[in-house]
Structure formats: structure tokens, C-alpha cells
T-cell receptor, first 116, second 114 residues
Framework: AQKVTQAQTEISVVEKEDVTLDCVYE???????LFWYKQPPSGELVFLIR??????QNEISGRYSWNFQKSTSSFNFTITASQVVDSAVYFC?????????????FGSGTKLNVKP | DAMVIQNPRYQVTQFGKPVTLSCSQT?????MYWYQQKSSQAPKLLFH???????NEADTPDNFQSRRPNTSFCFLDIRSPGLGDAAMYLC?????????????FGPGTRLTVL
């Protein structure tokens, strides 16, 4: 079974629109970690945020915000006032503390196209 | 700047001709990972090293091998590349193996098999 589901394969928006990328995860662990990474066309995955399972506070960083809801097993990512430079593939990932190492379970990614 | 470096960025090889991809890091991290990423797919973990301890994923083909001669360097060897091995290969590092340790990725090497 897929541990991380990103149902949106591709999203296109016009610059300055807000956009939300969905991430749903599945785990039996009580301690786990969720991540978002950005992969621009250059290929490098860039770390955006980490959230542990005990911290359900939403986080805002500039135009980026994250909504973590354990009740729905979701960790959604919103970009406010999108810009062309936000165009990339975004991956959500889960790491379970019971693993003997921090194996990342990646979602399949959401490709965001921001048009001028 | 501390970083994860991968060379070359683009590699072309022939079917069946061994190829080696390299990764180096200046972060002094204990753990190094190799991922394979095919077009429009998530990265797939091949193996990782914790220090000198090698850990292979169960479904990683024998065709893929790795070496870590020291903390800074890690190599991915593909003994007999097939057309299906054409992909982006990503190297990553993390400080430790705690679930909270984020992974830092290199820019990747795009492998073409002719």
C-alpha cells in the first residue's frame, strides 16, 4: 500500500494565484516525520519543511504555509501569490521512527506549472 | 558552501558497458544514499551507507553496487547497464538515521544508455 499519496499529478495556475498541494499519508506509528521537497527542472531536491507527528501547529514561511491534520492524515502545502519561480515538482515524504534508519517514503509528486 | 556534489551531471554509456557515478559531500554526514529516479516518478532508494555499513534495499538489482572509501565520497557502479537503467541518479546525505534527519540531495546525474 502506498504510504504517501499525492493525488494531484499536475497543477497549472496563473501567477499570483494561490495553490494548495495535497499530501495524504498512512502509518501505524505514533512517532513519524513528514517532509516537503521541491525539485526544480535542474533536478536537485530542495528541503522545504519537516514536521513531527506531535506538532500539529501550522507553519508559515513567507508565501509558503503548511497545514498538518492528524485527524485526516494530511499534510497540505499552500503557496500564496504564486510566482513563475515556484514551477517545479513537489514531493511529500514520510519517515517512520521505528525504521532503523530514516527511510523516506516519497509520494509520486505534484508538478506545479505557474504561468506568467 | 557545504553541499552534496555529483559528477558528472550527464553521463552517456553503452548497453552493457560498466559505468561509475560519483558523489561527494562537505557536510561531514554519516549517512549517504543513492536513489534512482525515472521520469515523472518518485525517487527510489537503492541503498545507503551508515558510515561504512552498507545497507541494500531488497529490490535493488545485483547490477547495482556501491563503494564508500571514506566519509566524503560514495560511488555507484552499474556493472552492465541496460536500457531500463536510464534514469536520474540522486545522491543524498543525512547527519544520522533518526527519522527526523532531513536528507540533503545533490543535483543528480542523468544517465543515458545507448
Amino acid at each position: 500500500a502506498q504510504k504517501v499519496t499525492q493525488a494531484q499529478t499536475e497543477i497549472s495556475v496563473v501567477e499570483k494565484e494561490d495553490v494548495t498541494l495535497d499530501c495524504v499519508y498512512e502509518t501505524r506509528d505514533t512517532t513519524y516525520y513528514l517532509f516537503w521537497y521541491k525539485q526544480p527542472p535542474s533536478g536537485e531536491l530542495v528541503f522545504l519543511i519537516r514536521r513531527n507527528s506531535f506538532d500539529e501547529q501550522n507553519e508559515i514561511s513567507g508565501r509558503y504555509s503548511w497545514n498538518f491534520q492528524k485527524s485526516t492524515s494530511s499534510f497540505n502545502f499552500t503557496i500564496t501569490a504564486s510566482q513563475v519561480v515556484d514551477s517545479a515538482v513537489y514531493f511529500c515524504a514520510l519517515s517512520e521512527a521505528r525504521d532503523n534508519f530514516n527511510k523516506f517514503y516519497f509520494g509520486s509528486g505534484t508538478k506545479l506549472n505557474v504561468k506568467p | 558552501d557545504a553541499m552534496v556534489i555529483q559528477n558528472p551531471r550527464y553521463q552517456v554509456t553503452q548497453f552493457g558497458k560498466p559505468v561509475t557515478l560519483s558523489c561527494s559531500q562537505t557536510l561531514n554526514h554519516n549517512v549517504m544514499y543513492w536513489y534512482q529516479q525515472k521520469s515523472s516518478q518518485a525517487p527510489k532508494l537503492l541503498f545507503h551507507y551508515y558510515d561504512k555499513d552498507f545497507n541494500n534495499e531488497a529490490d535493488t538489482p545485483d547490477n547495482f553496487q556501491s563503494r564508500r572509501p571514506n566519509t566524503s565520497f560514495c560511488f555507484l557502479d552499474i556493472r552492465s547497464p541496460g536500457l531500463g537503467d536510464a534514469a536520474m541518479y540522486l545522491c543524498a546525505t543525512s547527519r544520522g538515521t533518526s527519522g527526523s534527519d532531513e536528507q540533503f540531495f545533490g543535483p543528480g546525474t542523468r544517465l543515458t544508455v545507448l
